[in-house]
């Protein structure tokens, strides 16, 4: 044991120090990459809360409040038009217990007159506009607002489809792939290489894991964003379907480990932009900011530009 401290322990402390001196200045060993955007204020699904999800109306009402970035999930329909919705069973969203893939673009349901917003339970979002939107619309109206496209479906045609249109409206360096799902995700990197990506589920717990045992400083990484929970939400304004997501010991739990201020910051000093969802209280807002993410995530875009005026004038 003497022995084993005697020659093991200088090399693991010039090791820690080492890492710890690199996790705060990555730039001695990595270039930071230089995004053709950078956003505080990102929009989930269009701004959820104050419009019906993923509508048009939607997406023009948050651009118009001041975001920065829209988040989406598409779909593809059976005649081939990649339409915006979060659900390919439209069963939530139109009361009609159909997929999206079933039914060609003409057949689409339109959304309830009221939606429950996911992210804050009990509270509902109206509009005057209902109609599933196309993708390429939502290109065609707001050509320099960079959007985040997640695919939850490992579906090559959509991917193609999706890709084949970011080329044709210029949008490679402003359009992102994002997916929990490290196969789908690779798939789509392999069919548009171009676009910049999200971590996976599997990457981010790599990235954590890396972390904890200092090998992070060391270590290249491609994806442009990390985009996670701010795990506090959970069971107050999101209520999981999960139901070890229920146990609060488990949420505290992740909470704790995944929401490091000094990670972000490495991140971040890498040219990695972080932004946490879904943030829609003001104190939710406030306490992603306070761990020093770089753009937050919310259904209330006019609530988060709020925010950051206020914030802005005091500083």
Known sequence: MSMFLYLGLPPLAIYALVSRYLLKNPHHLHKRKQPA????????????GERIESTMEAFTHAV??????????????????????????LKRQTGQDVNISSLNLEELPLYNESLEVTFHAGHHSTGTDRKIALLEDVFRKFPQIP?????KENNQQLMQEISNMVKRYNRENITVWASVDSTILKKC???????????????GVLVLLLFYIGLLPFVP???????????????????PEKGILRKRLIVSLIDKITMRKSLFKHLAARGIQVHLFVCNEHKDIKEAFELGVTGVMTDYPSLLSSYIQTYRSQH
């Open 147 to 151: 959007i985040s496209i997640e695919i």
């Open 221 to 239: 990484l491609g994806e442009s964003l990390l985009q996670f929970y701010l795990p506090r939400i959970i069971n107050r304004t999101y209520i």
């Open 37 to 48: 955007f950078y956003c505080t204020h990102i929009s989930h699904r269009g701004g959820s």
């Open 189 to 203: 990197r392999s069919i548009n290489s171009s676009m910049p990506y999200s971590f996976s589920m599997k990457r």
């Open 64 to 89: 118009e409040q001041g975001t920065e970035m829209l988040e989406m999930d598409c779909h593809l329909t059976q005649d081939g038009y990649v339409v915006v919705s979060h659900d390919e069973n």
